[in-house]
């Protein structure tokens, strides 16, 4: 192709005057914008489909998956396109249609998300991601090689390795950039959807100055301008769900409270992206869901008192301030990732009325870690990070030897886990009983209802006393939370079992639930 086009060529990138030096300029912006574009898309792309798909790994890898597959078909084509379009403005239009489709994505979410979260765990994640994700993947991965090209060009070709190299150099500190104020400042200051819409329109805003720079037709310009207030059009707030009386993003999920029933049997729940996390009467705070009172196995000691007790993971406080209510000089620690489900606990869920419930927004393992010699009567986990899914370090024979370590020597661990019985679901209790098993000697298990082979609330009782007598000499007084408890405990021969430890090392658990949601 001539490097000196003749009239009714495209816009040529070469030039002797000062314009090559200001091309240049620009297209490294481009490069760094482009390069953090992806990324911010991206990280705010979990945010957006945690609470139709879950927050667990298989929502993660599938949207890394095709972005990367996207950038690299964006890669070849960007080449391809640059060699036979040597013009400027190809750069404005790869950025307008990147744009477009960037401010698209929210409204295109909701149209798209709740008919495929039936498609599965995996399938679901991964074709919602190729929906939404993987052409302006393309677009933006296309940038980067065409920027090359036009970049060498205003050197006349006479250096091409710099170009590449200044331009690889930019796209990938951008990308360090995106990733860092997208985790660190957008998700927990901005909606995910003024996110993408802001992405969008300085993408936009980066095309029409290239096809401006490009002296492209007047045409061309006033189509591009003219795209950013008919995506912007659309409305891309999610209209509120019957119940909600409040909703937020934070760092880690979208946080929704919600409401139903009437005085005096009224029922106000959280619920953290797709998983309801507990609840409690707001009027009364009595608890509203059958699990949350299994913290009183605790009891089942003597003396049945608790002067101390950690819960890991708040869900909607319930339990902690239960705990607290009834005895009000025991010192009640809950810790929960999430800084911001603290702040729903103290305007939604009571929090403030319980002085001596303490909050602490730090991971579970790094919180206990941190603890040094301190102890409690009674730790109980139920930290959840998606659709039944544990946080796979808070699952494993080292985590639970840390619990046991911060136990009173006649304290107690009770966990909760969602899956089944028996059958094709059980493989989470069974390993689950088996790891546990390698730090308490004595576990167990309570189904707290449902059919066996189905996933449901199921309760680990640990210690490292023998527990068998406690069950076994228990109060049976008829209407008594003994009864009611001790109703659905498991004997040893309906127990699931497995040769499965689950270790730091070795760690099958996010594979497992994903197996069980399959089947």
């Known amino acids: 192709m001539s490097r000196n086009p003749s009239k009714s060529s495209p816009p040529s990138i070469v030039s002797e005057d000062s314009s090559a030096r200001k091309t240049r300029i620009f297209l490294g912006i481009v490069c760094f914008f482009a390069g953090a574009a992806i990324m911010v898309v991206e990280i705010s792309a979990f945010?957006?489909?945690?609470?139709?798909?879950?927050?667990?790994?298989?929502?993660?890898?599938?949207?890394?998956?095709?972005?990367?597959?996207?950038?690299?078909?964006?890669?070849?084509?960007?080449?391809?396109?640059?060699?036979?379009?040597?013009?400027?403005?190809?750069?404005?239009?790869?950025?307008?249609?990147?744009?477009?489709?960037?401010?698209?994505?929210?409204?295109?979410?909701?149209?798209?998300?709740?008919?495929?979260?039936?498609?599965?765990?995996?399938?679901?994640?991964?074709?919602?991601?190729?929906?939404?994700?993987?052409?302006?993947?393309?677009?933006?991965?296309?940038?980067?090689?065409?920027?090359?090209?036009?970049?060498?060009?205003?050197?006349?070709?006479?250096?091409?390795?710099?170009?590449?190299?200044?331009?690889?150099?930019?796209?990938?500190?951008?990308?360090?950039?995106?990733?860092?104020?997208?985790?660190?400042?957008?998700?927990?200051?901005?909606?995910?959807?003024?996110?993408?819409?802001?992405?969008?329109?300085?993408?936009?805003?980066?095309?029409?100055?290239?096809?401006?720079?490009?002296?492209?037709?007047?045409?061309?310009?006033?189509?591009?301008?003219?795209?950013?207030?008919?995506?912007?059009?659309?409305?891309?707030?999610?209209?509120?769900?019957?119940?909600?009386?409040?909703?937020?993003?934070?760092?880690?999920?979208?946080?929704?409270?919600?409401?139903?029933?009437?005085?005096?049997?009224?029922?106000?729940?959280?619920?953290?992206?797709?998983?309801?996390?507990?609840?409690?009467?707001p009027e009364t705070g009595e608890l509203i869901l059958p699990y949350q009172e299994y913290w009183k196995l605790a009891l089942l000691r003597e003396p049945a008192e608790i002067t101390s007790a950690l819960f890991i993971g708040a869900g909607a406080f319930g339990m902690p301030e239960n705990v607290s209510r009834d005895f009000p000089k025991a010192a009640v620690d809950v810790v929960e990732i999430d800084p911001e489900v603290i702040d729903v606990g103290r305007k939604f869920f009571k929090l403030d009325e319980h002085p001596r419930v303490t909050a602490h927004a730090a991971d579970a393992r790094r919180f206990l870690h941190l603890s040094g010699a301190r102890k409690w009567d009674m730790i109980f986990g139920d930290a959840y990070n998606g659709r039944h899914a544990i946080p796979s370090h808070l699952a494993t024979r080292e985590f639970f030897q840390m619990v046991a370590d911060h136990l009173e020597p006649r304290g107690v661990y009770v966990m909760n886990i969602i899956s089944a019985v028996n059958g094709r679901k059980s493989d989470l209790t069974g390993g689950m009983i088996a790891t546990l098993r390698q730090v308490f000697p004595s576990v167990e298990v309570f189904a707290v209802g449902g059919r066996r082979d189905e996933p449901q609330n199921i309760v680990l009782f640990c210690s490292r006393e023998n527990l068998r007598p406690l069950i076994a000499d228990r109060y049976t007084a008829a209407g008594s939370w003994q009864e009611r408890l001790m109703r659905t405990h498991l004997p040893v021969g309906l127990v699931p079992r497995s040769e499965v430890v689950f270790t730091d090392d070795y760690n099958p658990v996010d594979a497992i639930i994903a197996r069980g949601l399959l089947e």
């Open 47 to 281: 945010r957006l489909l945690a609470p139709y798909f879950g927050n667990t790994i298989y929502t993660s890898t599938a949207l890394i998956g095709v972005v990367l597959v996207a950038f690299s078909v964006g890669g070849y084509l960007g080449g391809r396109l640059a060699d036979r379009r040597p013009a400027l403005d190809l750069i404005g239009w790869l950025l307008a249609g990147a744009a477009v489709l960037t401010l698209f994505i929210p409204a295109l979410n909701m149209a798209f998300s709740l008919s495929l979260r039936g498609f599965g765990i995996i399938s679901g994640p991964l074709i919602i991601s190729l929906l939404l994700f993987a052409l302006p993947g393309v677009l933006l991965g296309a940038v980067s090689p065409a920027s090359v090209r036009f970049y060498s060009l205003t050197q006349k070709d006479t250096h091409v390795g710099a170009a590449a190299g200044t331009i690889s150099m930019l796209g990938s500190l951008g990308s360090f950039v995106g990733t860092f104020v997208s985790g660190f400042f957008l998700l927990s200051t901005f909606k995910v959807s003024a996110i993408f819409i802001g992405c969008g329109v300085a993408l936009l805003l980066l095309a029409v100055i290239s096809l401006v720079m490009a002296k492209s037709n007047a045409k061309g310009q006033v189509i591009a301008a003219g795209l950013i207030a008919a995506a912007v059009g659309w409305s891309t707030e999610q209209p509120p769900y019957l119940g909600i009386i409040h909703e937020r993003e934070s760092a880690y999920h979208r946080i929704s409270v919600a409401e139903e029933g009437a005085s005096p049997h009224k029922r106000r729940l959280l619920s953290l992206d797709s998983t309801q996390e507990g609840g409690m009467n």
